[in-house]
């Protein structure tokens, strides 16, 4: 049995001994081969409290993103006197250059963190992380960020806010765009393939950047999926579900934290002293620094949970927040804290020491500039790899959702395919929410991507239909002119690029507009209608669903997503994606995750016996498309399980092994999954939860041998006493192609 307590362990005490005084006196200057901390230590020695103080603020300067900033006027005056630490949306080689010159101004001639929420691309752009994570693809996930890193280092970047790790459960919630999904497992294998794309093995190449882990913590669980709200969640809920992707970052060497605009259990996260300081810096012994989300530790006011700013700046800093971000609080108040005794110069000390250690780790003292190369910028922002990168990866996340009668892929037989629908020439749209890059002539659409791989023998007719919003059929009669004339209709359907993200809660997830009328009106032309659904989310689909001949969800793709769901649409890739979230047939099923699913005392035992059990009464239990789904242009068989022991103890494994076999006629990718039942427990465990996976390329006929290890470690859990831990008894282990498609069944006994 394998334990781990999660008592918190207070340390700042034993992180910081001796306090500096409030009077500082310089040091001497480190030697040329002394550490990092030695440098660290001297520079701190000689730091004045307002010179302190400014490390842990940053400000705004050409916006892309949050409101704009009401300092701009007195700005650089207060970056060239040492009263800033960071940037953020300041992007390019002339302007990052430019402001840093002004930092090197101040006395100590401290360089700036020129950071930008690098979310999913700089100049190239990539699938939002959601369909990222839909590829299941890890390699393919760590090149993306390597890509967006590589990009926005050439441009002066130095810091990206990313990788958003939260587990998101609830697709009315705007920001599940930006994660990975519903799964704990998944997206904590994924956080640390992002985490290591962006920073590499080590900080301080100029071809990466510092990453940041966030939201700290459980901002997916906001109450009713709206943005910005609190959560209310049981401490075991905590550390089982929506911590371990942060530790699976902090174990992958995450430069940064940044917490969250949410309260958990009361208490705002950005002032959480469990959070930042038991969790973060005291049991997981987090060397790096938190930075607050855009004004979060002022919010402590309005949540009512500070009675000012110069309160919300005592518990702010207090807690473990580092660094505010554009709240202008620190600067305010901060030093007037230290001064009046509120404020222990050792936790200032803490904060400001943190963020030089990054600093010095980017070689940032060695060189301010060496990320301000305009040559370099010039040759990496040309580098056509990058654009070939984001087409495979966008290839990657494409998942079918359905395929009657081998309607896709599309064959050089058509002669006419009609392209439907308002997201058919979309460029914007397919770059979604937080794109860094906005020139729309370096998006390839859907139509011009089909029509590059139709051909000349093939003629590609065009309709919008209708507007992705609104309640106008003016365009129906022409788009089903336009279908009765093809052999085929491909409709392009989905949410607007500014649908979903931050602050774009829906309380109703249905496909908008009069999309779904338009679908019908094609369908009934008796013409094959094959949908690509464009989205920032799971949407909600019925008679498309039910009646579309095929479904691909393309989420958006990318800047080279037209010409990946031609590749795909045309067969020249065979779609491979798995949905990293759970789609429900209506918002009334919400909550409906895999994971969140439980036996109760009273299942659901026969098809339609649902008397006083748990169940609807007006629509079916089941979601519509399960976490895990995905189809391919072939098949695969999965046979010859066998368990290497039917019994482990503490310290021993188990090896679970099936032979994949691909039995179609085309190379195809499957992503074989495991999963675990406990189905006697100390805490009742859901029917399902996933513990490995593996992403294996077959050829037609060809089988491989695919072996996952079992430990204790994967079989334990939190009990009542937030002890991790492995229970002695039989555990029901299943191999499948998704969550509601297992193919195989074992079990294994826990001593």
């Given amino acids: 049995m394998t334990r781990l307590l999660t008592k918190p362990l207070l340390v700042l005490?034993?992180?910081?001994?001796?306090?500096?005084?409030?009077?500082?006196?310089?040091?001497?200057?480190?030697?040329?081969?002394?550490?990092?901390?030695?440098?660290?230590?001297?520079?701190?020695?000689?730091?004045t409290l307002e010179e302190k103080v400014g490390q842990l603020n940053q400000y705004s300067g050409r916006e892309v993103t949050g409101p704009a900033s009401d300092r701009k006027s007195t700005l650089l005056s207060s970056i060239s006197?040492?009263?800033?630490?960071?940037?953020l949306n300041v992007k390019g080689v002339k302007d990052t250059r430019e402001i840093q010159a002004e930092a090197l101004k101040s006395r100590l001639k401290i360089p700036l963190l020129f950071s930008l929420d690098v979310?999913?691309?700089?100049?190239?752009?990539?699938?939002?992380?959601?369909?990222?994570?839909?590829?299941?693809?890890?390699?393919?996930?760590?090149?993306?960020?390597?890509?967006?890193?590589?990009?926005?280092?050439?441009?002066?970047?130095?810091?990206?806010?990313?990788?958003?790790?939260?587990?998101?459960?609830?697709?009315?919630?705007?920001?599940?765009?930006?994660?990975?999904g519903e799964d704990t497992y998944l997206g904590s294998q994924i956080a640390k393939a992002r985490v290591l794309g962006f920073q590499g093995e080590k900080l301080g190449g100029t071809d990466a950047v510092m990453a940041c882990a966030k939201h700290f913590a459980a901002y997916g669980a906001a109450i009713g999926g709206?943005?910005?709200?609190?959560?209310?969640?049981?401490?075991?809920?905590?550390?089982?579900?929506?911590?371990?992707?942060?530790?699976?970052?902090?174990?992958?060497?995450?430069?940064?934290?940044?917490?969250?605009?949410?309260?958990?259990?009361?208490?705002?996260?950005?002032?959480?002293?469990?959070?930042?300081?038991?969790?973060?810096?005291?049991?997981?012994?987090?060397?790096?620094?938190?930075?607050?989300?855009?004004?979060?530790?002022g919010e402590l006011v309005t949540w009512g949970y500070a009675a000012d700013k110069k309160d919300a700046a005592q518990k702010a800093i207090t807690a473990g927040s580092d660094m505010d971000m554009e709240a202008d609080v620190y600067s305010q108040n901060l030093a007037q804290l230290v001064q009046s005794g509120k404020v222990k110069m050792e936790v200032v000390d803490d904060a400001v020491r943190r963020i030089l250690r990054k600093?010095?780790?980017?070689?940032?003292?060695?060189?301010?500039?060496?990320?301000?190369?305009?040559?370099?910028?010039?040759?990496?922002?040309?580098?056509?790899?990058?654009?070939?990168?984001?087409?495979?990866?966008?290839?990657?996340?494409?998942?079918?959702?359905?395929?009657?009668?081998?309607?896709?892929?599309?064959?050089?037989?058509?002669?006419?395919?009609?392209?439907?629908?308002?997201?058919?020439?979309?460029?914007?749209?397919?770059?979604?929410?937080?794109?860094?890059?906005?020139?729309?002539?370096?998006?390839?659409?859907?139509?011009?991507?089909?029509?590059?791989?139709?051909?000349?023998a093939t003629e590609v007719l065009y309709a919008k239909g209708c507007a992705v919003t609104g309640d106008s059929r003016a365009g129906f009669e022409q788009a089903v002119a336009t279908a009765r004339n093809a052999d085929l209709v491909v409709l392009a359907v989905g949410e607007a690029w500014d649908m979903s993200g931050e602050a774009k809660s829906r309380t109703d997830i249905h496909l908008p507009g009069v999309q779904e009328e338009l679908f019908k009106a094609l369908k009934a032309t008796g013409k094959p209608v094959a949908v690509v659904v464009f989205g920032g989310r799971p949407l909600i689909f019925d008679a498309i669903a039910e009646q579309a001949d095929a479904i691909l969800y393309?989420?958006?793709?990318?800047?080279?997503?037209?010409?990946?769901?031609?590749?795909?649409?045309?067969?020249?890739?065979?779609?491979?994606?798995?949905?990293?979230?759970?789609?429900?047939?209506?918002?009334?099923?919400?909550?409906?995750?895999?994971?969140?699913?439980?036996?109760?005392?009273?299942?659901?035992?026969?098809?339609?016996?649902?008397?006083?059990?748990?169940a609807y009464i007006d629509a079916p239990s089941t979601p519509r498309y399960a976490f895990g789904h995905g189809l391919s242009y072939t098949t695969f068989k999965y046979s010859d399980l066998k368990i290497s022991r039917p019994q482990l103890k503490a310290g021993e494994s188990v090896q679970v092994s099936f032979t994949l076999t691909n039995t179609g006629k085309v190379t195809g990718e499957e992503v074989a999954q495991l999963y675990l039942r406990?189905?006697?427990?100390?805490?009742?465990?859901?029917?399902?939860?996933l513990k490995?996976?593996?992403?294996?390329?077959?050829?037609?006929?060809?089988?491989?041998?695919?072996?996952?290890?079992?430990?204790?470690?994967?079989?334990?859990?939190?009990?009542?006493?937030?002890?991790?831990?492995?229970?002695?008894?039989t555990f029901n282990l299943m191999v499948g192609s998704a969550s509601d498609d297992i193919r195989l069944e074992g079990t294994v006994e826990l001593q």
């Fill in 359 to 456: 600093k010095f780790e980017l070689g940032l003292f060695d060189d301010p500039y060496r990320f301000s190369d305009e040559k370099r910028e010039q040759q990496v922002l040309a580098d056509p790899q990058n654009r070939a990168a984001a087409r495979q990866m966008a290839k990657k996340s494409l998942v079918l959702l359905k395929n009657e009668r081998a309607t896709l892929p599309l064959t050089k037989q058509l002669r006419r395919i009609a392209l439907i629908g308002p997201v058919a020439k979309a460029k914007r749209d397919l770059n979604g929410s937080w794109t860094v890059d906005t020139d729309t002539t370096r998006i390839t659409s859907l139509y011009d991507g089909l029509r590059q791989r139709a051909g000349k």
């Fill in 13 to 47: 005490g034993l992180l910081l001994p001796g306090a500096a005084s409030l009077a500082q006196t310089a040091a001497p200057a480190p030697s040329a081969n002394a550490s990092i901390d030695q440098r660290v230590t001297a520079l701190l020695a000689q730091m």
């Fill in 692 to 729: 490995d996976f593996r992403k294996i390329s077959l050829k037609p006929g060809k089988s491989q041998t695919i072996t996952f290890t079992l430990d204790p470690n994967k079989l334990a859990f939190y009990n009542n006493q937030l002890q991790w831990a492995a229970e002695p008894g």
């Fill in 81 to 87: 006197s040492g009263k800033v630490g960071s940037m």
């Fill in 226 to 297: 709206r943005d910005y709200n609190a959560v209310d969640l049981s401490p075991q809920q905590l550390w089982e579900t929506y911590l371990p992707p942060f530790k699976a970052a902090a174990d992958a060497g995450v430069a940064t934290f940044m917490n969250s605009f949410n309260t958990l259990n009361g208490v705002p996260a950005t002032g959480s002293s469990y959070l930042q300081r038991d969790v973060l810096k005291g049991q997981w012994q987090y060397p790096g620094f938190v930075v607050s989300d855009w004004g979060s530790i």
């Fill in 554 to 614: 393309a989420w958006w793709p990318g800047s080279e997503g037209g010409l990946a769901l031609a590749d795909v649409l045309y067969g020249y890739y065979n779609p491979a994606g798995k949905l990293p979230i759970t789609f429900p047939r209506n918002v009334g099923q919400i909550p409906i995750a895999y994971n969140q699913q439980y036996n109760t005392g009273r299942p659901v035992t026969k098809p339609g016996d649902i008397r006083y059990k748990s």
């Fill in 678 to 689: 406990d189905p006697v427990a100390s805490v009742v465990r859901p029917l399902k939860e």
């Fill in 119 to 180: 979310i999913h691309g700089y100049q190239t752009t990539f699938p939002i992380p959601l369909g990222e994570a839909a590829s299941w693809d890890l390699d393919a996930i760590r090149l993306g960020a390597h890509v967006a890193a590589r990009e926005a280092a050439a441009s002066g970047i130095h810091w990206t806010f990313a990788p958003m790790v939260d587990v998101g459960r609830d697709p009315r919630w705007g920001r599940v765009m930006e994660g990975a």
